[in-house]
C-alpha cells in the first residue's frame, strides 16, 4: 500500500469541514448527499456538486452543473481545470479548499526553523496561519518584512534592519518611521484575518519588532 504522502491532498479551510484533510489517491465527490467522499451539509451545496480527478497528468476538479458553481482561485468554473500546488477551490460559499501536491508542501521545520502556527515558504511566497492559506498573497514588501522575523524567530530586529531589507539600504534615507508603522500595521492586520487570538508581530519599545510564533496547538 503506497503512503498517503505521496498523493497529493485537499485541506479544508473556511467552512463546516475546516481543518479536515483528503489524500487524492482516487477521485473524490463533493456534496451534499449523504454518499459523497467530501460531504459538505449547507444548503448552498447541490447534492452532487464537484467532482476531483486524479490523471496521470494531474489533477482535474469539474462542476457537476451546480446551483451556486465552483470557483477556482475566485474564477468560477466552466469547464474541467487541472489543479496546480496551492490553488483554493470554493464550493458555492459554503466550504474551501486548499489544493496541495503533497504534504511535504507545508514548510514544516524548513531550513531548521521550528514549526509554529505561523508558516512561511520562502520559495513560493505563501504564508500559512494555522494551516489556513493567507490569501491573496501578502505584497511583496509585507513578505519581506514577515520573512526577516520568521528567519529571526524570538529575535528582536531593530527597525533600522527592517527598513534596509524591505526598502533597500539606497532608499533607507527616504523612508519615514509613520511608513514603517504603516507597513507592519496593514501586516498585522492580514494575520489577524485568520488568527485574531494572538498578535504574532511584537513591537519592543525602544529595541524593534520581533516575530512571537506560538507552537502549533499553542
Known amino acids: 500500500m503506497e503512503h498517503e504522502d505521496e498523493f497529493p491532498i485537499l485541506v479544508a479551510q473556511e467552512g463546516p469541514l475546516k481543518g479536515q484533510r483528503w489524500s487524492l489517491s482516487h477521485a473524490l465527490m463533493v456534496g451534499r448527499d449523504p454518499t459523497c467522499d467530501i460531504n459538505v451539509q449547507d444548503r448552498q451545496v447541490s447534492r452532487f456538486h464537484a467532482r476531483i480527478t486524479p490523471t496521470t497528468e494531474g489533477v482535474t476538479v469539474e462542476d457537476l452543473g451546480s446551483k451556486n458553481g465552483t470557483n477556482h482561485n475566485g474564477v ?3 469547464g474541467p481545470v487541472m489543479l496546480q ?4 477551490l470554493g464550493i458555492a ?3 474551501q479548499f486548499l489544493f496541495l501536491t503533497s504534504d511535504a508542501t507545508m514548510p514544516l521545520a524548513e ?3 521550528r514549526p509554529g502556527r505561523l508558516m512561511m515558504d520562502n520559495k513560493s511566497r505563501r504564508v500559512w496561519v494555522n494551516q489556513q492559506q493567507v490569501t491573496p498573497p501578502l505584497s511583496a ?3 519581506k518584512l514577515l520573512w526577516l522575523l520568521y528567519e529571526n524567530q524570538g529575535q528582536v530586529i531593530s527597525r533600522a534592519d527592517l ?3 524591505v526598502w533597500g ?3 533607507m534615507a527616504g523612508v519615514s518611521d509613520q511608513a514603517l508603522d504603516a507597513l507592519i500595521r496593514r501586516l498585522r492586520d492580514r494575520l489577524a484575518s485568520l488568527d485574531p487570538t494572538h498578535q504574532y508581530i511584537d513591537s519592543v519599545r ?4 520581533r516575530l512571537d510564533n506560538p507552537p502549533t496547538g499553542g
Not at 85 to 88: C, E, I, R
Not at 206 to 209: I, P
Open 169 to 171: 539600504e539606497d532608499q
Open 163 to 165: 527598513v534596509a531589507t
Open 141 to 143: 514588501q509585507q513578505f
Open 206 to 209: 525602544g529595541h524593534g519588532v
Open 111 to 113: 531550513g531548521g526553523i
Open 85 to 88: 500546488d496551492g490553488d483554493l
Open 93 to 95: 460559499i459554503a466550504q
Open 76 to 78: 468560477e468554473l466552466t
